[in-house]
Every structure is written in C-alpha cells, then in structure tokens.
C-alpha cells in the first residue's frame, strides 16, 4: 500500500511578545490509506497543533510551522499555495472537531450545512446537495427529515453525528479526529467510535485520532504515537506499543489506568506535570519525571531511534536495548 | 443493536421540530404587551401613510384662509393651521416623507456598515486599523451636529437629508458589527468551516453576517425612530425638508409664532414624533428581549 501521509520533523512554535512557545518539536510520522493511527498525550502535548498544521490552519499571526515537510498523496503540503489548500480542505482532508457543540453554526440548518461542504467541492445544484445531505445524515444514523432542522434541536451526541456527516461528506482520504469523544459521555463514545470505524472502512478513509484514551485507542488503531511536550516519545504498532512499550512515559500511561483484576486503593500517577512548553527543560523533556533518568538524562536530548522494526522510542533506553 | 440505538436516538427529539428560531422569538414577542402595541401602531402608522392619499380628508396644500387656525372638529380632525390648511392630512403626507427617508436611511446605514464591520473584525489588521479610526472621528463629532453640518454644506431636500442621516447613523452600527464579529471570528464553527474549505468571502456571507443579524435588526428598529426624530430635527431648523412638502419636524416649526394662541398646530405633530419615537424603542427594545431569553428572566 501506497504511503498517504507522511510527516518529518513537523516543528510548530506560536509567538507571543515575550516568549516563543515550542508546540510541536520535530515530530515524524507516516499513515497508510485506509489506516488509522491514534496519537495520545496530555493536554498541551501538541497534538491538536500538529492536527492544524497538516490542514496549514495555525493562525498566522501568532504560529508558525517553522520546519519540517509534510507530503499527502505525495505532494508537499509546504508549498500549496492557500486558493489550493482551500480545495483540499474538506474534499481531501476533513477534520472533526472537539466541541460538537460549538462547531456548528447556530443559525443554519444542519441539511445547509452539510450541503454547503458537498457544494463547495463538487459541481452539483442546491437539490442534489440537499439529497446527497440528507444521505449522510442517513448514514449517521439521523433520520433525513431532520435536515431542516437547527443544531440547537439536537443532543450533543447527535451534533457529533452531523459534524462527521459533514466531515465525510466529500468522500476524504484523511480523516483528522480531534478528540471526537471527549465532550460526549461514555456510552454515546462508544457509539460513535463504532460508526466513525465503519464509516471509515466503508469510504477507505484513512484516519488520525488523537485522544486522552488509550482504550479507544486499542479498539481502533493500527498505529500508535505516544506524546509529550510537542515529541513523540513512542511510535509504532498498536501491538509494539501495547504489548512492548519501552519509554518510561508509555509505561507510566499503562500503569495509570485502573485493573479489572487487581483491587488497588491508589492508581499508579506519573508524578509532577508536563513542562511549560516555553521553558523546556534541557535534554531530554521527560527526565524531570521519569523515574529512571540519569545525569545524561537531564542534559542530551536522546535519540530517536528504532528498536524493533517500526518501533520508534525516543529514550536512552532505548539504546541499551540495541546494545544488548 | 447500534442502527438499533441511532435510530431510538433520531425519533427522541421529533416533537421538538417544526419550531424555527424564527418562531421562537416571534413566541417570546408576542408575550411582551407593550412591544405588541408598539408593533401594531407602527403596523397602523404605516398603512395610514402608505394609503395617506385615500384617508386624508383634504389635499395636504389646499390652502382655505376662511377656515384659518379652526380648533379640532369633525370636519377638520386636528384642526387647521394658519393658511387654513388641514393638520391631520398634513400629519399624514409628512409621514409619509419621514418613514421613507427613515427606512432609506437605516437601510442603507444597515448595509454599508455590515459590510464594513464584517470585513474590519474579520481580516483585522490595517485595515481594521483605518476603518476604526475613520469611525471614531465621526464618533467624535455629535450626531446631530455632524448631521446640521453635513445638510448645510450639501443644502436642503429629501436626498441631502437623507445622506446626511445615514452618513451619522454608520459609524456606531459598524462598531457594533465589528465587535459581534470579532466575538464569532473565534467561535469553533468558524474554525470547522474554514477547515472544510470555505474561502474568506464564503464565511463572512454565510456563517459571520448571519449570526450578526439578531443585534443588527435591534439596532435598525432603534436607530429608525432615531432617525424619524433626526429628520424632524433637521427640517424643524430649517435644513431638512423644504415647505410646502410637509414634514412633522418643519410642522411644527412652522406653528412655532403661534405656540402660545392656537395648540394644535405645535401639539399634534409633536405628539406623533414623541410617539412613533416611543414606539420604535419599546419594539426595539422587546426585539432584543426576544432574541436573548437570558436577557429578561
């Protein structure tokens, strides 16, 4: 299978007047068609920029994409000028967003909405995209006759539900979830994902996921990249990284989700907090929690390097493990 | 098991359909007694001047020095003013003058500057900048000030005024716009839209003006007594309307000499300035109530 995305050494930094903010530093990674690659990490890790910066979207006046190349389909997305990444926005690519809530105008009926996506790309009149709206609000699982209708009139979970009608709308190679599930509670989550999954395979819409939740992450992933501080710490195979996680923050995350088997009183907590991205600490950007850093820890930046095939840690452990 | 849920959650909220947010605020109107009234003298107002020619009793310049300065009778509603002339057929011809101008004004004021706050508080920068600073020196200057001002210098009759009118009313309705807009330009929606690949023109259209439109109609049915009040201003000193073509405003300069020995010249069309004046503010203000429900409670 042909590679549809593919991105090197993506660094983002917003500017303020006093500081530069590193938002994303240097991060790689490749998607394949079809695939779906779920990226984890905290609030603040970068992963919502690094979504932005595919679509080119960081606002110019305080962001910028200070390096790196990104490729989809082959092309670089670095030298599109804006009139085409505007057609490739929505056609191509599509985004879903956090807040169902507030991605929805207020003031236009949900049909218009999708609609209005469908005319934007394709040649097409007002009632072909009005059948082709209601089609996808069939295939969401809303009844069509609510196309007149305005998102105030719908749940939370339905609202989701139009924004990925409106996202797939176009028939896109590259889906980019950001955190679909975090506003909706864990049933409707559970729902959503399991249609998000079998939308995706019905248009062979390739995916990135980012989310807080390692379990969705195993339901639906292929691929996986672990976040911190705008790096990727861990990239690889769901299998590499749920059954050999290496990095000491991978682990961290494993150990911190509570057992079925096990009766704990405390769950196991990464101590101390992410650093603020416009001071990182020197070396590598972990050490200041990670249990195990030495002296070499805290002042070079380890490397990025490939322990098993595909398998990518960013962690001085990392070449111990080569070494043995 | 799933389709089985979707399709549970789709018919959940079925009986909430068919209530358009038009609807709603129209509901929430309805309840609100003094701006109803407001609407239907507005509503009367506005037949009575449309069909002026059919109701009025007498032609609003057949002059009749016999019947000079009659108090109000039947023959004569509101009495005649000094040349004899019919007050109430002249209420209503001036009327007329003073709600066309009045939409025109508001309007085109309505146009010019939604255009232009939108485009301000969306691209921002230099632009914005020059746009601002254009606005805040005709903030500077009094409105009505800036209004004498502009019909003395382009002189009198029905365009200038108007002009002068909307040229006054622009400035506060593009703040206003600018100021709702840079509210929604960081909404989530705005963002997804640009994401799904609208251009710049595409999103001001159909997703920021639309959404600005709520606080504009307040502003047009406030601002549209104001400018009834303005036009009635400029005529009365003499740099709006021209006589003989009737005006509220140049009515009531006209009855100025005789204020003290004969009532209804002055009386009647200041009471119909006082209270179209009113009317629009109480249905202005029971619109924006409507429109906000977290407003009143």
């Given at each position: 299978?042909?590679?549809?995305?593919?991105?090197?050494?993506?660094?983002?930094?917003?500017?303020?007047?006093?500081?530069?903010?590193?938002?994303?530093?240097?991060?790689?990674?490749?998607?394949?068609?079809?695939?779906?690659?779920?990226?984890?990490?905290?609030?603040?890790?970068?992963?919502?920029?690094?979504?932005?910066?595919?679509?080119?979207?960081?606002?110019?006046?305080?962001?910028?994409?200070?390096?790196?190349?990104?490729?989809?389909?082959?092309?670089?997305?670095?030298?599109?000028?804006?009139?085409?990444m505007r057609k490739i926005r929505g056609s191509?690519?599509?985004?879903?967003?956090?807040?169902?809530?507030?991605?929805?105008?207020?003031?236009?009926?949900?049909?218009?909405?999708?609609?209005?996506v469908?005319?934007k790309h394709?040649?097409?009149?007002?009632?072909?995209?009005?059948?082709?709206?209601?089609?996808?609000?069939?295939?969401?699982?809303?009844?069509?006759?609510?196309?007149?209708?305005?998102?105030?009139?719908?749940?939370?979970?339905?609202?989701?539900?139009?924004?990925?009608?409106?996202?797939?709308?176009?028939?896109?190679?590259?889906?980019?979830?950001?955190?679909?599930?975090?506003?909706?509670?864990?049933?409707?989550?559970?729902?959503?994902?399991?249609?998000?999954?079998?939308?995706?395979?019905?248009?062979?819409?390739?995916?990135?996921?980012?989310?807080?939740?390692?379990?969705?992450?195993?339901?639906?992933?292929?691929?996986?990249?672990?976040?911190?501080?705008?790096?990727?710490?861990?990239?690889?195979?769901?299998?590499?990284?749920?059954?050999?996680?290496?990095?000491?923050?991978?682990?961290?995350?494993?150990?911190?989700?509570?057992?079925?088997?096990?009766?704990?009183?405390?769950?196991?907590?990464?101590?101390?907090?992410?650093?603020?991205?416009?001071?990182?600490?020197?070396?590598?950007?972990?050490?200041?929690?990670?249990?195990?850093?030495?002296?070499?820890?805290?002042?070079?930046?380890?490397?990025?390097?490939?322990?098993?095939?595909?398998?990518?840690?960013?962690?001085?452990?990392?070449?111990?493990?080569?070494?043995? | 098991?799933?389709?089985?849920?979707?399709?549970?959650?789709?018919?959940?909220?079925?009986?909430?359909?068919?209530?358009?947010?038009?609807?709603?605020?129209?509901?929430?109107?309805?309840?609100?007694?003094?701006?109803?009234?407001?609407?239907?003298?507005?509503?009367?107002?506005?037949?009575?001047?449309?069909?002026?020619?059919?109701?009025?009793?007498?032609?609003?310049?057949?002059?009749?020095?016999?019947?000079?300065?009659?108090?109000?009778?039947?023959?004569?509603?509101?009495?005649?003013?000094?040349?004899?002339?019919?007050?109430?057929?002249?209420?209503?011809?001036?009327?007329?003058?003073?709600?066309?101008?009045?939409?025109?004004?508001?309007?085109?004021?309505?146009?010019?500057?939604?255009?232009?706050?939108?485009?301000?508080?969306?691209?921002?920068?230099?632009?914005?900048?020059?746009?601002?600073?254009?606005?805040?020196?005709?903030?500077?200057?009094?409105?009505?000030?800036?209004?004498?001002?502009?019909?003395?210098?382009?002189?009198?009759?029905?365009?200038?005024?108007?002009?002068?009118?909307?040229?006054?009313?622009?400035?506060?309705?593009?703040?206003?716009?600018?100021?709702?807009?840079?509210?929604?330009?960081?909404?989530?929606?705005?963002?997804?839209?640009v994401s799904f690949g609208g251009s710049?023109?595409?999103?001001?259209?159909?997703?920021?003006?639309?959404?600005?439109?709520?606080?504009?109609?307040?502003?047009?049915?406030?601002?549209?007594?104001?400018?009834?009040?303005?036009?009635?201003?400029?005529?009365?000193?003499?740099?709006?309307?021209?006589?003989?073509?009737?005006?509220?405003?140049?009515?009531?300069?006209?009855?100025?000499?005789?204020?003290?020995?004969?009532?209804?010249?002055?009386?009647?069309?200041?009471?119909?300035?006082?209270?179209?004046?009113?009317?629009?503010?109480?249905?202005?203000?029971?619109?924006?109530?409507?429109?906000?429900?977290?407003?009143?409670?």
């Amino acid at each position: 299978m042909s590679k549809l995305l593919n991105v090197k050494d993506l660094t983002v930094q917003y500017e303020t007047d006093e500081t530069i903010i590193h938002a994303v530093n240097g991060i790689s990674f490749e998607l394949e068609e079809g695939k779906t690659l779920g990226i984890v990490g905290e609030t603040g890790a970068g992963k919502t920029t690094t979504c932005l910066s595919i679509l080119r979207l960081i606002s110019e006046t305080s962001g910028r994409i200070t390096g790196g190349e990104i490729s989809f389909h082959g092309e670089d997305m670095m030298k599109k000028s804006e009139l085409e990444m505007r057609k490739i926005r929505g056609s191509k690519i599509s985004m879903i967003f956090q807040d169902p809530m507030t991605a929805l105008n207020p003031v236009m009926t949900v049909g218009k909405q999708i609609g209005e996506v469908i005319r934007k790309h394709q040649k097409c009149s007002r009632l072909e995209a009005a059948d082709r709206a209601k089609e996808m609000l069939t295939k969401v699982g809303i009844a069509p006759e609510r196309c007149s209708d305005y998102p105030h009139q719908f749940s939370g979970g339905m609202k989701q539900r139009v924004v990925i009608a409106m996202a797939l709308a176009c028939n896109p190679s590259l889906l980019l979830a950001d955190e679909p599930t975090t506003a909706l509670d864990v049933t409707i989550q559970a729902q959503m994902l399991e249609m998000i999954k079998d939308l995706q395979k019905q248009c062979n819409t390739a995916m990135v996921l980012i989310t807080h939740d390692l379990g969705i992450v195993a339901e639906t992933c292929n691929s996986v990249g672990i976040m911190y501080a705008g790096e990727l710490v861990e990239y690889g195979t769901a299998e590499n990284i749920f059954e050999r996680a290496v990095h000491p923050y991978t682990i961290g995350l494993f150990q911190a989700i509570p057992s079925i088997e096990e009766r704990t009183a405390r769950l196991k907590v990464i101590p101390g907090l992410m650093p603020d991205p416009a001071d990182l600490p020197k070396g590598c950007k972990f050490s200041p929690r990670c249990r195990y850093s030495t002296r070499q820890c805290k002042t070079q930046t380890p490397p990025y390097c490939e322990i098993t095939p595909g398998h990518f840690v960013r962690c001085f452990c990392g070449d111990y493990k080569e070494g043995e | 098991m799933i389709k089985q849920n979707i399709n549970m959650l789709s018919n959940e909220h079925t009986s909430t359909r068919n209530r358009s947010q038009l609807g709603e605020i129209w509901r929430r109107l309805k309840k609100n007694k003094l701006a109803m009234v407001s609407m239907c003298f507005i509503l009367l107002l506005g037949l009575m001047v449309i069909f002026a020619n059919v109701i009025s009793p007498y032609p609003y310049d057949k002059i009749d020095l016999s019947n000079a300065l009659q108090m109000p009778s039947l023959a004569h509603l509101m009495g005649t003013d000094d040349f004899g002339r019919d007050i109430f057929s002249r209420i209503l011809f001036g009327g007329r003058i003073s709600l066309l101008v009045a939409f025109c004004t508001v309007l085109v004021s309505i146009v010019i500057s939604a255009v232009l706050g939108a485009a301000a508080g969306y691209f921002g920068g230099w632009f914005d900048s020059v746009v601002m600073r254009i606005v805040d020196v005709f903030m500077a200057i009094p409105g009505m000030l800036l209004a004498i001002s502009i019909a003395a210098a382009l002189g009198t009759g029905i365009v200038n005024t108007a002009l002068a009118i909307t040229i006054c009313n622009i400035p506060g309705l593009t703040r206003i716009v600018r100021s709702s807009v840079l509210l929604l330009r960081d909404q989530e929606y705005i963002e997804a839209a640009v994401s799904f690949g609208g251009s710049d023109k595409h999103i001001i259209r159909r997703h920021i003006l639309p959404n600005t439109l709520a606080p504009l109609i307040v502003q047009a049915s406030l601002k549209f007594g104001d400018a009834i009040l303005s036009i009635a201003g400029l005529s009365f000193i003499g740099l709006g309307i021209e006589p003989p073509t009737p005006e509220w405003g140049s009515i009531l300069s006209n009855g100025r000499e005789l204020i003290r020995s004969f009532w209804p010249i002055v009386t009647f069309p200041g009471l119909m300035i006082a209270l179209t004046m009113l009317a629009f503010n109480l249905f202005g203000d029971g619109l924006r109530d409507a429109m906000d429900p977290r407003l009143k409670q």
